[in-house]
């Protein structure tokens, strides 16, 4: 069964191996967009807000917009935890069974990390052009300088890990169901015997074949193959 994949996993129950799991260059840059993530909220949230030394009142470092700050803020929570979902879906996928909730996951994936990293790149434009127009003598102490920059830097590598993402979804979309165990078309062959029309063998006579009669034998013989796996057809549990 080596080798039969659909959307880049194989047939499902397959054990999950996380050495190969975490080697995956789709793992790689979730991880890694993940950390992004944690740097540029963690930048903003501790040390986005300045304060002069004159007054208790704080503003955001960015111009002393708050909008900026808090974009920030939002994207990189909301990018860490959209990390932990997409994480969460690679490891479960190759248990999908049914090759069209694979596909639907495949093309969530690529539209999802398409919008994220326009957001990034939004998130990033945004940003650094705050901190260009900021007036640095609100700041004398210059406080948060490091963290803002970091904010705007991890930003813009954010823009290119997600791009990543939604390429490599967009590689395994174009996989597709390379196995014919994994044909969206495929249905149980009991429930189609089940549901056809009976065909008349003739009037009076017995449909039962004669035990011992070479036809019997042969179509039990080809029922038994169809449904051994033999002839290619997957079991599943309805």
């Not at 009076?204 to 070479?214: C, K, M, N, Q, T």
């Amino acid at each position: 069964m080596e080798g039969m994949q659909a959307y880049g996993a194989g047939k499902a129950g397959g054990a999950f191996d996380p050495v190969t799991f975490f080697q995956q260059p789709q793992t790689i840059l979730r991880i890694v967009s993940w950390v992004f993530s944690i740097v540029i909220f963690g930048c903003i949230a501790n040390e986005g807000y300045i304060n002069r030394p004159d007054t208790a009142e704080e503003f955001c470092i960015f111009n002393k917009n708050q909008n900026a700050c808090n974009y920030g803020v939002f994207m990189g929570s909301m990018a860490f935890l959209c990390c932990l979902a997409f994480l969460a879906l690679d490891v479960y996928f190759p248990q999908i069974s049914s090759v069209k909730d694979r596909k639907k996951a495949v093309l969530a994936d690529i539209g999802l990390s398409a919008f994220w990293s326009f957001m990034w790149f939004v998130g990033f434009c945004f940003l650094a052009n705050q901190w260009q127009v900021t007036n640095h003598e609100d700041n004398p102490l210059k406080e948060g300088g490091d963290a803002a920059r970091a904010a705007i830097t991890f930003s813009f590598f954010s823009i290119f890990t997600w791009a990543g993402q939604s390429f490599l979804g967009f590689q395994r979309y174009k996989l597709g169901a390379d196995s014919a165990l994994f044909s969206q078309e495929y249905t149980d062959p009991s429930q189609d015997a089940a549901g056809g029309p009976y065909t008349s063998f003739g009037g009076g006579e017995d449909l039962e074949s004669p035990v011992g009669g070479g036809g019997g034998g042969g179509a039990a013989a080809n029922s038994e193959a169809a449904f051994d796996g033999s002839g290619g057809y997957q079991r599943q549990d309805y």
